[in-house]
C-alpha cells in the first residue's frame, strides 16, 4: 500500500467556489503529479513537479493551479469552481532516483460540481 | 512525444477463461512498461512491470510480454476471478522521461 493520501475523498460544491485539493505523500518522492479522469476512464496528466518551488503544465490545459512549497505536499487549487470541472482527480508521485520508474497513485477526490 | 494505444475497451470473460489486453507505443525509445489496475473507487496500483531488456514476465496468474520490434506489449491474465474485475492501465516511459503515458483503459469484467 502505498503512503500517498488525499483529501476529501468526494467534494460537492457549487459553482463559483474557490476548492483546494489536497495531496501529501510520506515516501520522501521528489516528483509529483495530477491527473484528470474522465468518465470514460482515460487519464490526463494536468499538472506535474519535480521538487520543492517545481511546477509544470501536463498534456491536458486545466484552469486549476498548483504548488509545490514542501517535497510531501502537492495541492491543487481552483479559483472558481465550474459544473465542467467534475470529475475524478488523482494524484501520483514517484522517486527521479528510483529504477522503477512506477508511480504511485492516492485513492482520488471525486468532485462534482452543481 | 509517446503515444500507447491500448485494445479493447470492454472486455467480458467468463470465470476460469484466460483475459488478454494489447497496448502498442509509438517511441522506439522507451524501456519501462508498467501495468496498473484499478478498482472501483481507488486509485490505479501498479500489478506487474517490463523493462526492454526482457520478453516476458509473470507472476502468478499474470505475465506482460514485449515485443520492442514491433513496439507491442500485452497483458496475459490467466484462471481469471471475479475479484479481476476491474480497469486496467498500460503504460510506457523511458530514462528521463517526465511522466508515465498512459493507454486509454480497458475495464475488464469476469462474470461469476
Known amino acids: 500500500e502505498a503512503d500517498i493520501y488525499q483529501t476529501p475523498r468526494y467534494l460537492v460544491i457549487g459553482t463559483g467556489k474557490k476548492i483546494t485539493l489536497e495531496c501529501s505523500q510520506t515516501?520522501?518522492?521528489?516528483?509529483m503529479y495530477w491527473y484528470q479522469q474522465d468518465p470514460g476512464m482515460e487519464l490526463h496528466l494536468i499538472h506535474y513537479?519535480?521538487?520543492?518551488?517545481?511546477?509544470e503544465k501536463g498534456d491536458l490545459s486545466s484552469e486549476s493551479t498548483v504548488s509545490r512549497i514542501r517535497t510531501e505536499h502537492f495541492p491543487l487549487t481552483l479559483e472558481s469552481a465550474r459544473p465542467s470541472h467534475t470529475s475524478q482527480y488523482l494524484c501520483?508521485?514517484?522517486?527521479?532516483?528510483?529504477?522503477?520508474?512506477?508511480?504511485?497513485f492516492g485513492p482520488g477526490t471525486r468532485l462534482t460540481v452543481l | 512525444g509517446e503515444n500507447v494505444e491500448q485494445h479493447p475497451s470492454t472486455l467480458s470473460v467468463q470465470e476460469g477463461d484466460s483475459a488478454v489486453i494489447k497496448c502498442t507505443y509509438s517511441?522506439?525509445?522507451?524501456?519501462?512498461f508498467p501495468w496498473y489496475k484499478q478498482e472501483l473507487g481507488k486509485g490505479p496500483q501498479l500489478i506487474i512491470d517490463?523493462?526492454?531488456?526482457?520478453g516476458e514476465k509473470k507472476d502468478q496468474r499474470i505475465a506482460v510480454t514485449l515485443n520492442k520490434t514491433a513496439k507491442h506489449f500485452s497483458l496475459h491474465i490467466t484462471e481469471t476471478q471475479p475479484e479481476d474485475s476491474a480497469v486496467y492501465f498500460c503504460?510506457?516511459?523511458?530514462?528521463?522521461?517526465?511522466?508515465?503515458?498512459f493507454g486509454t483503459g480497458t475495464r475488464l469484467t469476469v462474470i461469476p
Open positions: 501520483a508521485s514517484t522517486s527521479r532516483t528510483s529504477g522503477t520508474g512506477e508511480e504511485f
Open positions: 515516501m520522501g518522492h521528489d516528483k
Open positions: 513537479s519535480y521538487g520543492v518551488n517545481s511546477t
Open positions: 517511441d522506439s525509445a522507451s524501456n519501462y
Open positions: 517490463i523493462r526492454s531488456n526482457v
Open positions: 503504460a510506457a516511459s523511458k530514462t528521463g522521461a517526465n511522466n508515465l503515458f
